[in-house]
């Protein structure tokens, strides 16, 4: 009988480290995604700040460069108006 419960212990033991091997490996791979992905993560939200500070400098500088041309659109118009009352004062 004694045994018989020795050989069961001697069993369930290396039933756990047959199972408990690969578990542990399991969770350390886990831990490390884990770390992986926040570090992902980080990096994501620094890259996301800085397209959106570009994005917001795109639309400054358009805005400007928008407004310098409806002005020289206005100079060029008031020149193109002088040089017609020009042209037809010579004929």
């Known amino acids: 009988m004694e045994w018989q419960v020795v050989t069961v212990l001697i069993a369930l033991a290396g039933l756990m480290a047959t199972v408990g091997a690969p578990v542990i490996k399991l969770n350390s791979t ?8 926040q ?21 400054k ?11 020289v659109e206005g100079r060029i118009n008031d020149h193109e108006t002088r040089i017609t009352i020009l042209e037809g004062g010579i004929k």
């Open 61 to 71: 500088s358009h805005e400007k460069i928008h407004g310098r041309i409806d002005g």
């Open 30 to 37: 886990i831990v490390k995604l884990n770390s992986t992905i």
């Open 39 to 59: 570090a992902m993560d980080k990096r994501l939200e620094t890259v996301e700040k800085q397209a959106q500070k570009s994005e917001d400098h795109s639309r």
